[in-house]
């Protein structure tokens, strides 16, 4: 029955009354791609550039070779989106030549976006090389920003684009609580949040997510999680601005389902989840992911919310 929904399984991701949730992939670089195209990914909803900064531990990749890997996956999907996120260094991706090696707690330092405003050259090159790839390509690209804390972030990065002469959406990735919980002020700064839900759990349970022992708190089920999503997602939709998910927690086809329900609009995760996720949506109408949602939220632990959102979607 599983290969059957999953045979079927193909075309735009949506809710079985129709809700349109854009199913995207997320890749490391231009070898990622054919099985994102395999798996009949919308697009890219997130393109770790870092993979093109660790060849050389010395010293950023030159303009024209960032152009030539941005350019080989911005070709691969013609009418796409594709959101490419600037260099996300330090913390669990370490750069000997840009990340602190003193750092007490290298988590809660000068990491993702930070590193990028004390080396604006390093920001300068991506965003141009970047400008240069989509250039005369009818991709939609948009670019974002990691780990942006508050509208001063987002004004800064927004700001870097602009100079950069970046045709392109600029937005700012929800992976801090306090991004969350203000993301209103962040969208007058940016087109569009991402949520990455892998920091975005780290920082909201004070739980390393490079540590194992820690898993409980980094279950995207947690309903503290599931508030700040909620959150976030309900100021993009006020604001008119999509709010999509790029973490772990968009490749689970139940919890997609509850994401939906939250007001996400659009998930983004490893090619190798999309066909699943794509049937598992398929199966619900967006009411219903909208009652788990809210079944999962009353919760008070990511176990209950699992099985609560079960039973809502089972009908029992
Ligand atoms: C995340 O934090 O959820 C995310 C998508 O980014 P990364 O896993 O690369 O930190
Ligand atoms: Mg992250």
Request: glycine residues 8%; aromatic residues 4%; negative net charge.
């Amino acid at each position: 029955e599983r290969k059957a929904a999953l045979a079927a399984s193909s075309g735009p991701g949506r809710t079985s009354d129709g809700h349109l949730v854009p199913l995207l992939a997320n890749v490391g670089g231009p070898a990622d791609v054919p099985a994102a195209l395999e798996a009949g990914a919308e697009g890219v909803g997130l393109f770790r550039t870092e993979f093109l900064f660790l060849d050389d531990s010395k010293r950023a990749p030159s303009e024209e070779a960032q152009f030539e890997a941005y350019r080989k996956v911005l070709e691969a999907f013609p009418e796409g989106r594709v959101v490419v996120r600037v260099l996300d260094a330090g913390a669990d991706k370490p750069l000997e030549f840009l990340t602190p090696a003193d750092e007490p707690n290298p988590a809660l330092g000068v990491r993702g976006l930070r590193t990028l405003l004390e080396h604006p050259e390093v920001l300068q090159t991506q965003l141009r090389a970047l400008a240069k790839a989509a250039d005369g390509l009818p991709v939609h690209l948009e670019v974002m920003a990691p780990m942006v804390a508050d509208r001063a972030d987002a004004k800064a990065f927004a700001q870097a684009c602009r100079e950069a002469g970046l045709q392109a959406k600029f937005g700012a990735m929800v992976e801090i609580p306090s991004a969350a919980l203000r993301a209103r002020a962040i969208l007058e700064e940016v087109e569009f949040l991402s949520l990455g839900t892998n920091d975005l759990a780290q920082y909201t349970f004070a739980a390393d997510r490079q540590v194992g022992a820690l898993a409980r708190l980094q279950d995207p089920w947690q309903p503290a999680l599931l508030d700040l999503i909620a959150a976030a997602a309900g100021a993009a939709k006020a604001a008119g601005k999509s709010c999509g998910v790029c973490g772990e927690a968009a490749a689970d086809p139940l919890l997609a389902c509850v994401l939906t329900g939250l007001g996400v609009t659009s998930l983004s995760m490893g090619s190798a989840s999309i066909p699943y996720v794509r049937a598992s949506l398929a199966t619900f109408t967006l009411a219903q992911c909208q009652r788990a949602a809210e079944a999962a939220r009353a919760a008070d632990s990511a176990e209950e919310a699992r099985i609560a959102a079960q039973q809502v979607l089972s009908g029992e």
